[in-house]
């Protein structure tokens, strides 16, 4: 199992990532609606971006942040499982309709897992 990183300084960049340093984290196994445009090159979520993003920065706040690197997406960002404290933040962001969970973009099926059992 690889290890779990704690993260002493984490920013939330919008609904379903965040940044650790010069890190960039991309929550494992969810989307969340654009905090502006969609690019026309994808299907995006309907929603409001800043709220997902406020909700991502109240989940933050239930403690620091830990992740376990799962993979890399091709723009190069770390895909992670993370928790702030005990709360497991895609499983945070599902919870409040923050985001939508994306079963082909959950590796191992860890999300689906991990959010049916609250």
Same mark, same amino acid.
């Given at each position: 199992?690889?290890?779990?990183? $704690?993260?002493?300084?984490?920013?939330?960049? #919008?609904?379903?990532?965040?940044?650790?340093?010069?890190?960039?984290?991309? @929550? @494992? +196994?969810?989307?969340?609606?654009? *905090?502006? #445009?969609?690019?026309?090159?994808?299907?995006? /979520?309907? =929603? $409001? +971006?800043?709220?997902?993003?406020?909700? *991502?920065?109240? +989940?933050?706040?239930?403690?620091? @942040?830990?992740?376990? *690197?799962?993979?890399? #997406?091709?723009?190069?960002?770390?895909? /992670?499982?993370? &928790?702030?404290?005990?709360? #497991? *933040?895609?499983? &945070?962001? @599902?919870?409040?309709?923050?985001?939508?969970?994306?079963?082909?973009? $959950?590796?191992? =099926?860890?999300?689906?897992?991990?959010?049916?059992?609250?």
């Amino acid at each position: 199992m690889p290890a779990v990183i $704690d993260c002493p300084s984490a920013y939330v960049v #919008d609904g379903d990532s965040l940044r650790c340093g010069a890190e960039r984290l991309r @929550l @494992l +196994g969810i989307d969340a609606p654009e *905090l502006n #445009d969609c690019p026309r090159w994808r299907t995006c /979520v309907s =929603g $409001d +971006g800043a709220q997902s993003r406020a909700s *991502l920065v109240r +989940g933050l706040k239930q403690g620091r @942040l830990r992740y376990r *690197l799962v993979t890399r #997406d091709r723009f190069g960002r770390a895909v /992670v499982r993370a &928790w702030a404290g005990k709360t #497991d *933040l895609s499983c &945070w962001q @599902l919870r409040y309709g923050a985001a939508i969970y994306k079963v082909h973009w $959950d590796t191992g =099926g860890e999300i689906g897992r991990a959010c049916a059992r609250r």
